[in-house]
C-alpha cells in the first residue's frame, strides 16, 4: 500500500498570502488529521476529519481551516500568513473507525512551509 | 487533559551501547501511548504503541517499552545502539476521552557516536 502522501513538500511565502496543503491517505483510511510542527512548540494537534466532516480540534485560531473530499483527501488552509506559521505541517491517516484514540496514525513526509 | 514529557532533549549513547529515552505522560483516563521516530526531512514512523494488555512492548529494529502506570512511564529502551538509530524520538499519549488527537512530547534527539 502507498503511505500517506503529501503536496507540495516545500513552499515559501509571503506574509498576509494564504497557503493551500494537500493530503492523500493510505488508500481505505477515513480519518486524516493535520499537526504543526515548530522547533519551539513541537508537535501541535490542527484537527481531524472523518468522512467529510471535522470531528476534531486543535486550539488553533481560525486562519487556519480545512476540510475533507469524498474520497478522503484532505486539504489544509491557512490565510493571511504569518512568520509564526513556518513549520512543518505533518498529516496522518487512520482507519477512522474508532474514535477512542486507540489507532494507530501514519504520517505523511510533511510540506515544509516558509513564510517571509 | 493529557500531556507528555520528554526528559532530555539530547541523548548521546555509543554505538552497541544500552539506548534509553525517557517519557512519562499525564492523563485523568487510562492513557494510549505511542512511540514514533523521525529522521530528518521524513514524517514520523511508528515504533511500537500500548494500548491494552502486556505491558511490556515490542517494537520494530529492536526496540521496546515498558508501560509503568504506578511511575506514569513509558520509557523506550533498546539493548544495543545502531549508528542507524540516531534521530528524533518522539512519545505521544491518546485516551478515550480526547479521540485521534494525540498529545506529542517535545522530543528527544539520539545521537550515536562510533
Known amino acids: 500500500k502507498a503511505g500517506v502522501t503529501q503536496t507540495p513538500r516545500y513552499l515559501i511565502k509571503t506574509r498576509g498570502q494564504q497557503v493551500t496543503l494537500s493530503c492523500s491517505p493510505i488508500s481505505g483510511h477515513r480519518s486524516v488529521s493535520w499537526y504543526q510542527q515548530t522547533p519551539g512548540q513541537g508537535l501541535q494537534f490542527l484537527f481531524e476529519y472523518f468522512s467529510e466532516t471535522q470531528r476534531n480540534k486543535g486550539n488553533f485560531p481560525g486562519r487556519f481551516s480545512g476540510r475533507q473530499f469524498s474520497n478522503s483527501r484532505s486539504e489544509m488552509n491557512v490565510s493571511t500568513l504569518e512568520l509564526g506559521d513556518s513549520a512543518l505541517y505533518l498529516c496522518?491517516?487512520?482507519?477512522?473507525?474508532?474514535?477512542?484514540?486507540?489507532?494507530?496514525?501514519?504520517f505523511g513526509p510533511g510540506t515544509r512551509l516558509l513564510v517571509l | 487533559a493529557q500531556s507528555v514529557t520528554q526528559l532530555g532533549s539530547h541523548v548521546s549513547v555509543s554505538e552497541g551501547a544500552l539506548v534509553l529515552l525517557r517519557c512519562n505522560y499525564s492523563s485523568s483516563v487510562p492513557p494510549y501511548l505511542f512511540w514514533y521516530v523521525q529522521y530528518p526531512n521524513q514524517g514520523l514512523q511508528l515504533l511500537l504503541k500500548?494500548?491494552?494488555?502486556?505491558?511490556l512492548v515490542k517494537g520494530i529494529n529492536g526496540f521496546e517499552a515498558e508501560f509503568k502506570k504506578s511511575e506514569t512511564s513509558f520509557h523506550l529502551t533498546k539493548p544495543s545502539a545502531h549508528m542507524s538509530d540516531a534521530a528524533e524520538y518522539f512519545c505521544?499519549?491518546?485516551?478515550?476521552?480526547?479521540?485521534?488527537?494525540?498529545?506529542f512530547g517535545t522530543g528527544t534527539s539520539l545521537t550515536v557516536i562510533p
Open positions: 496522518a491517516s487512520s482507519a477512522g473507525v474508532s474514535v477512542l484514540g486507540t489507532e494507530t496514525q501514519y
Open positions: 505521544a499519549v491518546s485516551a478515550a476521552n480526547t479521540g485521534n488527537q494525540f498529545y
Open positions: 500500548y494500548t491494552t494488555g502486556a505491558t
